[in-house]
């Protein structure tokens, strides 16, 4: 028997959610230390909903449902950006927190990530197209990309997580807290 104890290896799944109020893409990913493996992902069709309210209570229940299915421990947004109008705004807003409470409700973590933020962390530029995320999402979960890219966006939030999940984020090149308290002295109250 060997002296030296074989580490664990920690497994978690982190379910990204592209938020959405036609269409909310899921993607749930299984982290084995630094490997990561797709479990599912799809997309929640909400356009058959008339009213804006009943989108919303259908995107807490599916996104409930997903989470008593697969049981994630963390889950990973991508934030609302400013598109077409203030109203489209607030109502991507609505849905991206519904879905939060959901993971909320079931005392899950939450972490949100700029578009900007996903892009860049899966492509390794921020400006990418959908098409071109879900390309590197096919070579680095060895994946079928499917029709609506809304999937394969959540797919990348939730991978976005795993590759930031526990560090700093830092605009400057040092990084830790006091170098963030030194760059950023009007956050200080």
Same mark, same amino acid.
């Given at each position: 028997?060997?002296?030296?104890?074989?580490?664990?290896?920690?497994?978690?799944?982190?379910?990204?959610?592209?938020?959405?109020?036609?269409?909310?893409?899921?993607?749930?990913?299984?982290?084995?230390?630094?490997?990561?493996?797709?479990?599912?992902?799809?997309?929640?069709?909400?356009?058959?909903?008339?009213?804006? &309210?009943?989108?919303? #209570? *259908?995107?807490?229940?599916? !996104? %409930? @449902?997903?989470?008593?299915?697969?049981?994630?421990?963390?889950?990973?947004?991508?934030?609302?950006?400013?598109?077409?109008?203030?109203?489209?705004?607030?109502?991507?807003?609505?849905?991206?927190?519904?879905?939060?409470?959901?993971?909320?409700?079931?005392?899950?973590?939450?972490? &949100?990530?700029?578009? #900007? *933020?996903?892009?860049?962390? !899966? %492509? @390794?530029?921020?400006?990418?197209?959908?098409?071109?995320?879900?390309?590197?999402?096919?070579?680095?979960?060895?994946?079928?990309?499917?029709?609506?890219?809304?999937?394969?966006?959540?797919?990348?939030?939730?991978?976005?997580?795993?590759?930031?999940?526990?560090?700093?984020?830092?605009?400057?090149?040092?990084?830790?807290?006091?170098?963030?308290?030194?760059?950023?002295?009007?956050?200080?109250?």
């Amino acid at each position: 028997m060997s002296k030296i104890a074989k580490k664990e290896v920690k497994e978690q799944i982190i379910l990204g959610i592209d938020p959405g109020t036609n269409v909310m893409g899921y993607g749930l990913v299984l982290v084995r230390g630094n490997k990561y493996e797709p479990l599912q992902f799809g997309v929640i069709h909400l356009k058959k909903y008339g009213s804006h &309210e009943l989108k919303l #209570k *259908k995107i807490f229940e599916r !996104v %409930t @449902g997903i989470i008593d299915e697969f049981l994630p421990d963390k889950v990973a947004l991508e934030a609302p950006f400013y598109g077409q109008n203030v109203q489209s705004m607030l109502k991507l807003g609505r849905a991206q927190g519904v879905a939060m409470a959901a993971a909320l409700a079931r005392d899950i973590p939450i972490a &949100e990530y700029s578009p #900007k *933020k996903v892009k860049q962390s !899966v %492509t @390794g530029n921020g400006n990418a197209s959908k098409e071109q995320v879900a390309e590197m999402l096919k070579t680095l979960l060895q994946i079928d990309v499917p029709k609506l890219l809304d999937a394969t966006d959540a797919l990348a939030v939730a991978l976005c997580h795993h590759f930031h999940d526990g560090r700093l984020q830092t605009r400057g090149r040092s990084a830790g807290w006091k170098a963030f308290l030194d760059e950023n002295p009007g956050r200080i109250k």
